[in-house]
């Protein structure tokens, strides 16, 4: 059952944050197999959501390496900057300040390990569950805008005007 003063702190903490509450309950949606062609990039939160989608590709394993790439972990872009990196010149320089302040306060502890089930709201958390839960969820969503960055073509603008 859900304790209902824990769910309450923990939509306190998600406002916070700046998250609107509707965002906490919203449902999933179901990806269509056509969509994964359509998408240079698909980010799951949690590994139910990465098995549900590699299960909608039923192809050779060719197909399934190319899909690989494609689909991501969110958690999976944790690593991908170094902290002097990602607090000097990337994430922590392009976040509001307030964001930018809990990404170095809780970096170290988020490298730690995989990280929590960041998709779904803990029903018996604790608030430190729920901060570390928050801070893998900041470095890894750091990590996933530097490699967007590195992975943008200095050229795009002109390639879309040819």
């Given amino acids: 059952s859900l304790d ?15 998250i609107d509450s509707h965002v906490m309950r919203q449902q999933t949606s179901q990806l269509a197999r056509e969509e994964l062609d359509i998408y ?5 939160m949690d590994d139910r959501v990465y098995r549900s989608v590699m299960s909608a590709i039923d192809g050779e394993e060719e197909d399934m390496v190319y899909y690989r790439r494609k689909v991501r972990l969110l958690t999976d872009f ?26 170095r306060a809780g970096l170290k502890e988020a490298r730690v390990d995989e990280g929590p089930d960041i998709r779904q709201v803990p029903t018996s958390a604790s608030m430190d569950e729920w901060q570390h839960m928050v801070n893998v969820t900041l470095v890894s969503s750091t ?16 390639q879309w005007l040819e």
């Fill in 4 to 18: 209902m003063q824990l769910v309450s702190g923990l939509l306190g903490e998600a406002r916070r944050l700046g």
């Fill in 40 to 44: 240079d990039l698909i980010i799951t």
């Fill in 78 to 103: 944790k690593d991908y900057c170094s902290d002097d990196t990602l607090l000097e010149q990337g994430g922590a320089a392009l976040l509001a300040e307030d964001l930018g302040l809990m990404l």
């Fill in 143 to 158: 990590g996933l805008v530097a490699y967007l960055m590195d992975a943008y073509p200095t050229n795009l603008e002109q």
